[in-house]
Each structure stands twice: as structure tokens, then as C-alpha cells.
């Protein structure tokens, strides 16, 4: 099915907690599969997106496409795996997912130092009228400057 299958099923009528469901599974499937510009159709350009460790807070168009961008640059072998997924009764969608990769490049301030990274996060995913509305994702900062090589939090940018 295409993204744009996806996002047409999805059109007709409100947030069952399948279509939510389906539609946070193939947004986290698209943002594993490197594919920023099919994750991001899922979400409206204006969906508020609130990166909570990385104090981003904006709309998908901005700051979902730059962290989105950021991470596939940065982690080209980047896997995305969903180890729960529910739907609430608001049509948010809760993702625990595993985002791991090896750092090919800078991220997000911290120098590549070639690392193996495997990092816990919670997506919340807000489905209305058949798309992506509201982003916010959870993780422990220090346990990704921790993955990444980072031994002073007060130098975030090491240098090898």
C-alpha cells in the first residue's frame, strides 16, 4: 500500500482505534525505512511536534522534518522497532519503539564517534480525521549521550 493509500484510508470518518493504530504503525515503519517525506504525509504540516529531551517544540513541517532528516543522516543503517503499540480512548496512539543505528555522522550536537546506539523511546501519536495531528516523543537524554560516547554532559560536542 502507498502512502498515499494510507493516507486516504485513513480520510474516511473518525479515529477508530484500528485506523489510529495502522496509522502510527506505518508512520514508525516509514521513519525506520528512512522514508521522511512518507512519514511526514501521515501528519498534518501544522501538527504540533514537542521533542522533549531535545526541548523542540514546533510544527511537523519544521521540526518534525528536521529531526526526522537529522536522525536518518546521522544513523544510515537506522532500525525502528515497535515493541507495543495501544490506542487510548482520545485516538493517541502509544508507541514504545527501540531506535537503534550505528553514528555515521554528527547528531544533534554530538560528534560521530562511530557508536553503536540502541535507545528506548514513547511516541505519542494524536490520530484525528485520519491523520497525525499531535507528536510527542519521550526518551533519556543520558542514556543516548551515554550510547554515543559522551562522558561530559557539559561538553555535549566531544572531540576524538
Same mark, same amino acid.
Given at each position: 500500500?502507498?502512502?498515499?493509500? @494510507?493516507?486516504?484510508? +485513513?480520510?474516511?470518518?473518525?479515529?477508530?482505534?484500528?485506523? /489510529?493504530?495502522?496509522?502510527?504503525?506505518?508512520?514508525?515503519?516509514?521513519?525506520?525505512?528512512?522514508? @521522511?517525506?512518507?512519514? $511526514? *504525509?501521515?501528519?498534518? &504540516? *501544522? #501538527?504540533?511536534?514537542?521533542?522533549?529531551?531535545? !526541548?523542540?517544540?514546533? &510544527? /511537523?513541517?519544521? @521540526?518534525?522534518?528536521?529531526?526526522?532528516?537529522?536522525?536518518?543522516? #546521522?544513523? &544510515?543503517?537506522?532500525?525502528?522497532?515497535? !515493541?507495543? %503499540? +495501544?490506542?487510548?480512548?482520545?485516538?493517541? /496512539?502509544?508507541?514504545?519503539?527501540?531506535?537503534?543505528? =550505528?553514528? #555515521?555522522?554528527? +547528531?544533534?550536537? @554530538?560528534?560521530? *564517534?562511530? !557508536?553503536?546506539?540502541? %535507545?528506548?523511546?514513547?511516541? $505519542?501519536?494524536?490520530?484525528?480525521?485520519?491523520?497525525?495531528?499531535? =507528536?510527542? /516523543?519521550?526518551?533519556? *537524554?543520558?542514556? $543516548?549521550?551515554?550510547?554515543?560516547? =559522551? !562522558?561530559?554532559?557539559?561538553?555535549?560536542?566531544?572531540?576524538?
Amino acid at each position: 500500500m502507498s502512502v498515499t493509500e @494510507v493516507s486516504s484510508a +485513513f480520510s474516511h470518518g473518525g479515529t477508530s482505534d484500528g485506523s /489510529a493504530s495502522s496509522l502510527a504503525r506505518a508512520f514508525l515503519e516509514r521513519m525506520g525505512a528512512h522514508d @521522511v517525506e512518507g512519514a $511526514l *504525509q501521515l501528519v498534518e &504540516p *501544522q #501538527a504540533t511536534v514537542d521533542l522533549v529531551p531535545l !526541548k523542540l517544540q514546533g &510544527p /511537523a513541517a519544521e @521540526v518534525g522534518r528536521c529531526y526526522l532528516e537529522e536522525l536518518v543522516r #546521522a544513523f &544510515p543503517d537506522l532500525q525502528v522497532h515497535v !515493541k507495543r %503499540l +495501544f490506542v487510548g480512548s482520545d485516538g493517541t /496512539a502509544v508507541a514504545e519503539v527501540v531506535v537503534e543505528g =550505528v553514528q #555515521a555522522a554528527d +547528531f544533534f550536537g @554530538v560528534v560521530n *564517534q562511530e !557508536k553503536h546506539m540502541d %535507545l528506548d523511546q514513547v511516541w $505519542l501519536l494524536h490520530v484525528e480525521a485520519g491523520r497525525i495531528d499531535r =507528536v510527542r /516523543a519521550y526518551w533519556c *537524554q543520558n542514556r $543516548l549521550y551515554r550510547r554515543l560516547g =559522551v !562522558k561530559r554532559l557539559d561538553r555535549v560536542s566531544i572531540i576524538a
